[in-house]
């Protein structure tokens, strides 16, 4: 891609997410079709609005998953702040395109030596600029963001007090109906690998990650979808609880 491609196509996904819209895909000719390039369009999308960055993200955690999008590793987004939300929250309707689908993840904070020093319990909002994210490319998924759109962050508690993160279930009620449940025995090395990932990926970028940033882990429950003014809680046992409620 030119970089006048990657620039038009960091725009046209940038206005899509002001304007809360969503498309089928990328033109053709703003279409990425290396990994390489779906990254420079993310972060010109990223240049292009000044979102100061909240949390960071990663996905395409499991092997399930990386299979499925053709892509054989972690990948990378930035939720800007106005799209991190205390548990309690409701998240506003105008925030969203569509109903988001909810990913249980376990969010960890690297310290001042670049080694993890607090977890809490979260729920990532998937909400892509794409209508039906099962009919575009991984490579297309990277572009928009990794789909990371939000996320609700739980009370953070020490990285002693966590116990065996390789081994922590967790469930996702609907009000008090459980909905979905899982282990973090699901991603590809544990949360610390996706953390590690994470670290080497932003210093290729030329970000290395600073102290006190979190980051949300990579999903354990799969995509559960949502329905507008619904109330949803993840426990994850001894890490904690994390809810919100989706505004009306």
């Given at each position: 891609?030119?970089?006048?491609?990657?620039?038009d196509?960091?725009?046209?996904?940038?206005?899509?997410?002001?304007?809360?819209?969503?498309?089928?895909?990328?033109?053709?000719?703003?279409?990425?079709?290396?990994?390489?390039?779906a990254?420079?369009?993310?972060?010109?999308?990223?240049?292009?609005?000044?979102?100061?960055?909240?949390?960071?993200?990663?996905?395409?955690?499991?092997?399930?998953?990386?299979?499925?999008l053709?892509?054989?590793?972690?990948?990378?987004?930035?939720?800007?702040?106005?799209?991190?939300?205390?548990?309690?929250?409701?998240?506003?309707?105008?925030?969203?395109?569509?109903?988001?689908?909810?990913?249980?993840?376990?969010?960890?904070?690297?310290?001042?030596d670049?080694?993890?020093?607090?977890?809490?319990?979260?729920?990532?909002?998937?909400?892509?600029?794409?209508?039906?994210?099962?009919?575009?490319?991984?490579?297309?998924?990277?572009?928009?963001?990794?789909?990371?759109?939000g996320?609700?962050?739980?009370?953070?508690?020490?990285?002693?007090d966590?116990?065996?993160?390789?081994?922590?279930?967790?469930?996702?009620?609907?009000?008090?109906?459980?909905?979905?449940?899982?282990?973090?025995?699901?991603?590809?090395?544990?949360?610390?690998?996706?953390?590690?990932?994470?670290?080497?990926?932003?210093?290729?970028?030329?970000?290395?990650?600073?102290?006190?940033?979190?980051?949300?882990?990579g999903?354990?429950?799969?995509?559960?979808?949502?329905?507008?003014?619904?109330?949803?809680?993840?426990d994850?046992g001894?890490?904690?609880?994390?809810?919100?409620?989706?505004?009306?």
């Amino acid at each position: 891609m030119q970089p006048s491609d990657i620039e038009d196509a960091a725009m046209f996904l940038l206005h899509l997410r002001t304007q809360r819209g969503q498309v089928r895909g990328l033109p053709g000719e703003l279409m990425p079709k290396t990994i390489a390039h779906a990254y420079d369009i993310q972060d010109a999308t990223h240049r292009f609005a000044g979102w100061p960055i909240g949390v960071l993200k990663v996905g395409c955690t499991s092997e399930v998953a990386q299979q499925f999008l053709g892509i054989p590793h972690p990948i990378g987004g930035r939720i800007p702040t106005e799209g991190v939300f205390e548990s309690g929250s409701t998240v506003p309707k105008d925030f969203l395109a569509s109903e988001p689908l909810l990913e249980c993840e376990i969010a960890m904070r690297v310290g001042t030596d670049g080694s993890v020093d607090a977890v809490a319990p979260a729920i990532e909002l998937v909400n892509a600029r794409y209508s039906d994210t099962s009919q575009v490319s991984g490579i297309g998924l990277i572009a928009d963001n990794s789909v990371g759109c939000g996320a609700v962050l739980g009370a953070p508690i020490a990285i002693g007090d966590a116990g065996d993160l390789n081994d922590l279930a967790m469930t996702l009620r609907d009000g008090n109906a459980e909905i979905a449940s899982g282990n973090t025995q699901s991603l590809t090395g544990g949360p610390q690998a996706s953390v590690d990932w994470t670290l080497a990926h932003e210093a290729s970028r030329g970000r290395p990650v600073a102290p006190g940033t979190w980051i949300i882990t990579g999903t354990c429950t799969g995509l559960t979808p949502t329905s507008w003014g619904g109330t949803y809680t993840a426990d994850f046992g001894a890490v904690g609880a994390v809810s919100f409620t989706l505004g009306l």
